[in-house]
């Protein structure tokens, strides 16, 4: 991270330092040829298309090429490419015939260097000729911002150490309530036992899941510590009660949640995923979301902390926009790119609409989060080396919301293969054990946030408390170049 | 298959004129041509990165690979006028006939093709 502070490796620089620099327009218009009517967005996308021996014949032609082509996208492409090869290889299953092929190797900073590394050769060092590409720039500004202590600040999520089950549901869970518990998983091996060093030991050449691959755990840790991603990869694994079962003796679902969760009843294979493991460096986290088929949610902090921003149903924050049915979300790319840009904006909107309940805390080693069903949240972890437990389940509190999701929402049902029949066979199962839950509503106290902040969030309004002022060119008196790069500061 | 196109007609309704100030007849034409071929049958996905210089190799219709067979300045007007008005395949073919041109090259061919100026000194 540090390294990132000294400025972007392959000399690339916001576009408004070009006025500085008398060479910059002529090197731009010559270095990309008839690329340079296109915009930096599109030179992007064709680079996309191109495979590594392309990109390196391009990346020679200019420097400007030299810096588009060394693009981190484009290379953690190539570079996630060789992990999905590697796990199609472990399973038998290699489609193009290619036999052995190259192996990911994190060597180095960035998967550029990484997949240049692993394909055998050296990476480029040396001085570079400067680029001027805010396209170029943002994603490398991400990963280089550092944290306002201003995010972190605020602690009103409440805390608890311990309660009994009873306790626990009427002061929260049917009061569609967030709370930290801190006292109900310490007594975990888990606590003592997970740590980079020791899985490593343990696991070090499984995969587990990180996104759309899977990574060795051992070199995963390797990209973790060395990366200038913007939108740091965490492995999120359903998978490992089956990939490393000895992880389970290690946590058990803590009393207030134990036996709750009514997609038990469809048993083992039919029931939606439940249960991930997380691991994660410093920046990486989840961005706002909703937790899938109305279901809530505990998280439990093994090693390191995570940051955790809670908003009610019904209020996704500014910056974060769900389409009308709900099942695609908008937002900024990383979440430190939310948090710059609409952390505040948000804050001000709390302070003047009190249904807004923005609940802000961080969590530590033994702390557990629980998350009500429908809850917007986004997590940030805040050290390296983050392990966490999470598991989902739907609670008998809001079974009348879980059955009409499942019916009302089939395409957006998640974590099982069969989404279409998931509400007539939990339907099925309620019936064989719980009958009375059929006829149940939901059982929360607190009425639900009946607002619809969707329209609350005029675009007007979003722009007007940014602050920024802005000037329209007309046709009669074009904006001096000068002055139009002052607007997109 | 315009966003741009149907995002104004959801606004305005049909019978408004639609400013399309920054696509040119000819262009506009040619992309009119694409969106009757493809109103019906939507292309299918182009896999990337590329695996041959040959479009239909990786993927493309016969008829988009001789719809995308056209001078260079055309082809790049075409790229602008598929981002302008948000046709997510037409930009897609464009691009990848572009990479298509890319691919294949060695550096000094890929900087004659794209009039592309050797700026690096010596030591770099």
Known sequence: ?489 | MSTLVRNMVDDSGTDEEIPLPNVKTAILSKVIDYCKYHKDSPPEEIQKPLKSTNLVECGVSEWDNEYVNIEQEVLFELILAANYLDIKSLLDLTCAKVASMIKGKNTEEIRKQFNIVNDFTPEE
């Open chain 1, 1 to 489: 991270m540090r390294r990132l502070q000294r400025g972007h490796p392959m000399g690339v620089y916001p576009l408004g330092n070009a006025l500085f620099d008398e060479a910059a327009t002529r090197r731009r218009s010559e270095g990309l040829g008839d690329f340079q009517r296109l915009g930096d967005e599109r030179v992007l996308q064709l680079l996309r298309s191109l495979d590594a021996k392309a990109l390196g014949r391009c990346s020679a032609a200019s420097s400007m090429l030299r810096g588009f082509t060394a693009s981190e996208e484009l290379w953690q492409v190539l570079g996630m490419a060789l992990l999905l090869k590697a796990g199609e290889g472990r399973a038998g299953k290699s489609r193009d015939g290619l036999k052995g092929g190259h192996q990911l190797h994190w060597g180095g900073n960035s998967w550029r260097e990484a997949y240049i590394c692993s394909m055998g050769s050296t990476p480029a060092q040396g001085k570079m000729a400067r680029v001027y590409s805010d396209v170029l720039y943002r994603s490398f500004y991400y990963a280089a911002t550092e944290l306002d202590p201003a995010w972190l600040a605020t602690e009103n999520l409440e805390r608890v150490s311990n309660l009994s089950t009873q306790d626990f549901l009427e002061r929260f869970e049917e009061r569609s309530c967030p709370v930290i518990v801190s006292g109900c998983v310490k007594h975990w091996p888990a606590l003592s036992r997970w740590s980079e060093e020791s899985l490593v030991r343990r696991f070090g050449e499984i995969p587990f899941a990180a996104g759309p691959v899977d990574f060795p755990l051992k070199l995963f840790y390797s990209y973790a510590h060395q990366n200038m991603d913007d939108v740091p990869m965490f492995i999120f694994d359903k998978y490992f009660a089956t990939r490393a079962p000895e992880l389970l003796d290690d946590y058990e679902v803590p009393s207030i949640f134990r036996g709750r969760d009514l997609f038990n009843f469809l048993g083992d294979e039919k029931r939606p995923d439940f249960r991930w493991l997380l691991i994660g460096n410093k920046r990486s986290g989840s961005k706002w979301h909703l937790d899938p088929n109305k279901t809530c949610a505990w998280n439990a902090v093994v090693r390191g902390r995570k940051r955790w921003l809670l908003l009610p149903p019904g209020c996704p924050p500014p910056g974060v926009h769900p389409s009308k049915d709900g099942a695609e979300v908008t937002q900024p790319v990383s979440l430190l790119e939310w948090f710059s840009n609409f952390y505040d904006e948000l804050k001000r909107h709390v302070d003047l609409n009190p249904a807004w309940d923005l609940k802000e805390g961080t969590c530590g080693p033994g702390d557990l989060v629980f998350i009500p069903s429908g809850w917007w949240h986004c997590v940030l972890n805040l050290d390296d080396d983050t392990i966490a437990v999470t598991q989902n389940y739907a609670s008998e509190t809001h079974v009348s919301s879980v059955r009409r999701f499942l019916s009302e929402h089939r395409d957006q049902v998640s974590g099982t293969a069969e989404r279409d029949t998931l509400a007539e066979r939990f339907d099925e199962a309620l019936t064989r054990h719980r009958p009375d839950l059929l006829f149940a509503s939901d059982k929360v106290q607190k009425p639900e946030a009946t607002a619809a902040p969707a329209q609350n969030f005029s675009f007007w309004d979003h722009l007007r408390s940014t602050g920024k002022s802005l000037c329209f060119e007309t046709p009669e008196e074009p904006l001096s170049k000068k002055q139009r790069m002052s607007e997109t500061g």
